[in-house]
């Protein structure tokens, strides 16, 4: 991320209003991969989005806000994959989120958390780590079908779930699931798992290489003038019908999570496609 991005991130005020809030997770979408728990940090933030919650900058929303805002000064230190090498998956779980990193040696090759369901919200201690384990390896399946891994849990009981005999209809299945892949699982304790010397050899990703070719986004802003359905919901915006959708700063349409609609319109869509995965951070080019 340049110097610029950086400053401003700096001078980023506390959001007054939902509209600033969304812009502000918009940003921080983009580079979620690169925050560790990024979905646990983001809670309190997110949950003010919700119908029912009342606009209140309290102190836990102010730390999130604070932490996010760091998170994104600090460069990124992901490293490329080397498909030589083993690869390690750490998992962990809170009463409200997942989350997990992928590596080899000390190096995170990515990052990957969200926040539990109102389903898995009421899992056992051992399920929603379980799910983390079950999200992580689904997430990054490309890395790790065909080869052997290990994977690493604070959860005692988790790490002898591959072996457990009974089971639950649900338990059956994500035992079936990871039956597809060549790993073993790993007790760690809390206390030691950790991605220690993560910054030791951080690979740098120019803001190029993160960011959408020069042109696409310009791109993006003609099709919505094409887009019947794009037309459609930039009127529901206007006229206060929709909170799915909102409209930010630089004309785009972005879902609540921030996200940006791409409408359809010629070969627009195929070509965020193709500069998704075909940039070389994007660990599988061609696909």
Aim: hydrophobic residues 35%; aromatic residues 10%.
């Amino acid at each position: 991320m340049d110097k610029a991005k950086i400053k401003a991130i700096k001078e980023w005020e506390p959001p007054k209003k939902a509209l600033e809030l969304r812009s502000f997770l918009g940003l921080e979408n983009c580079y979620q991969r690169f925050i560790r728990g990024y979905s646990h940090i983001a809670a309190p933030l997110t949950d003010l989005l919700k119908k029912e919650k009342p606009w209140c900058l309290d102190e836990k929303v102010q730390q999130s806000f604070e932490k996010l805002k760091c998170a994104l000064k600090e460069e990124p230190v992901l490293s490329l994959p080397d498909y030589s090498a083993p690869f390690e998956v750490q998992t962990n779980a809170s009463d409200f989120a997942i989350g997990g990193v992928i590596m080899q040696g000390r190096h995170p090759i990515a990052y990957k958390s969200r926040k539990l369901n109102d389903i898995e919200l009421r899992y056992t201690v051992q399920e929603k780590e379980i799910t983390a384990v079950v999200h992580c390896i689904r997430t990054w399946r490309h890395y790790l079908l065909g080869s052997k891994f290990t994977v690493k849990t604070d959860n005692m009981a988790t790490s002898y779930f591959l072996t457990q005999r009974k089971l639950s209809p649900k338990q059956a299945r994500w035992q079936a699931f990871l039956g597809e892949f060549n790993f073993v699982m790993e007790y760690k304790p809390g206390k030691t798992n950790l991605v220690v010397d993560a910054l030791s050899h951080k690979v740098e990703l120019a803001a190029t290489e993160m960011q959408p070719s020069p042109g696409l986004l310009e791109h993006i802003r003609e099709g919505l003038q094409q887009d019947p359905q794009a037309k459609l919901l930039e009127e529901l915006i206007g006229q206060g019908k929709t909170r799915r959708f909102w409209k930010d700063d630089q004309g785009l349409l972005r879902t609540k999570r921030g996200s940006v609609f791409v409408p359809r319109w010629g070969c627009l869509r195929k070509q965020v496609i193709s500069e998704c995965h075909d940039t070389r951070w994007a660990g599988h080019p061609g696909a």
